[in-house]
């Protein structure tokens, strides 16, 4: 196993002020998006995507609002091929831009273009760019769907044009970790010098283990969004590819944890979406037990039964529940934290009851 000192770092590219504010029925306020922004910055994000200028007015105002926290992280703005768009992100002040263009049959024929209109659309727009933001990446949206070899030379361009990033999105959620591996694995081959992204959508409950499968095989960076947040199934959730890297044996990420699950409960805030009781990492049966041999076991040891101690995440304690399944080595631990001392007598009749 590697140490912490020679893993491979991967940088973490939170978008829930983008994709996850289009999730259906959200509309985060400028001091939610501060809120959130904040939270992330003082984590240690490595880069926030902040908006889509085009949208509007309000938008572009609270792009250039979230510039002027002064964060640590790069913040980025988001734009779909069009020269417009890029003037429209250079006026918030951001210092990078990420564009997205379509290269799976399906989206192009949805658009009314084909694969020569994509790279003309590079050939034009990347230049200007790089010479206005000081990291310019580019998309590859639905590239789970297109064509391996089309996708190769799409990559190739990328890399000719001096493109810090490539972004591979599998905007539909349909990719397999197997899949994505020999998607990268390919890629690397066919861009050798071109850093690569993942961007995972949630629809097969896939999103994480696709990210992680993406990052064992050269990924550098990888796109997220708190909670998982946004489009039908949403996306990558952050937090749980945080953990999964801190517990890599062989990579990891800057972001500190202790805040995860502060800014999670904020961000479902805002969104009106509680976290699920049972989700992983935040939810709030995450660190419960109830199980009679989980309680005991978990008392002698947390690492029975936890992948982690629930402080690295920020939550005060971990929770031992009453009920049918409760054993006696529990039911004694919660009363004595209650302060009430029971007999064995005691406790077994009370456990004959709660059964």
Request: charge should be positive; hydrophobic fraction near 40%; charged fraction near 20%.
């Amino acid at each position: 196993m590697a140490t912490t000192q020679n893993k491979r770092i991967i940088v973490l590219n939170d978008t829930t002020l983008r994709d996850g504010a289009q999730a259906p029925g959200v509309r985060f306020s400028l001091q939610d998006k501060i809120d959130i922004a904040q939270a992330l910055d003082r984590m240690g994000i490595d880069e926030l995507e902040v908006g889509t200028p085009a949208m509007g007015d309000r938008e572009a105002a609270d792009i250039r609002a979230l510039r002027d926290l002064g964060l640590t992280c790069r913040l980025s703005a988001w734009c779909r091929a069009r020269q417009t768009d890029l003037k429209q992100a250079e006026q918030c002040g951001v210092d990078a831009v990420h564009i997205s263009l379509p290269v799976s049959d399906i989206h192009l024929g949805a658009l009314g273009k084909d694969r020569q209109w994509v790279l003309q659309r590079l050939c034009a727009l990347v230049p200007a760019a790089t010479a206005v933001f000081r990291q310019v990446s580019i998309g590859a949206q639905d590239a789970t769907r297109a064509e391996p070899q089309w996708l190769a030379t799409f990559a190739r361009t990328v890399q000719d044009l001096g493109v810090q990033r490539l972004r591979i999105a599998d905007t539909v959620g349909i990719g397999r970790p197997s899949v994505i591996s020999e998607r990268f694995a390919m890629l690397r081959t066919a861009a050798s010098r071109l850093p690569l992204e993942f961007h995972g959508h949630n629809d097969l409950g896939m999103a994480t283990a696709n990210a992680l499968a993406a990052t064992e095989n050269g990924a550098q960076a990888v796109s997220l969004t708190v909670n998982g947040l946004g489009e039908r199934a949403g996306n990558t959730p952050l937090e749980q590819m945080a953990m999964a890297l801190h517990h890599h044996p062989d990579l990891s990420c800057r972001l500190r944890s202790q805040g995860l699950l502060q800014v999670c409960r904020r961000t479902a805030l805002a969104a009106g979406r509680p976290i699920p009781p049972d989700q992983p990492i935040t939810g709030e049966m995450a660190f419960t037990h109830e199980s009679g041999i989980h309680c005991h076991a978990t008392l002698v040891d947390p690492q029975a039964y936890e992948p982690f101690a629930p402080q690295t995440i920020g939550r005060p304690s971990r929770r031992f529940a009453w009920g049918s399944h409760s054993g006696r080595a529990g039911i004694q631990h919660l009363l004595a934290r209650a302060g009430i001392a029971a007999s064995a007598k005691q406790v077994n009749r009370l456990r004959g009851l709660l059964t």
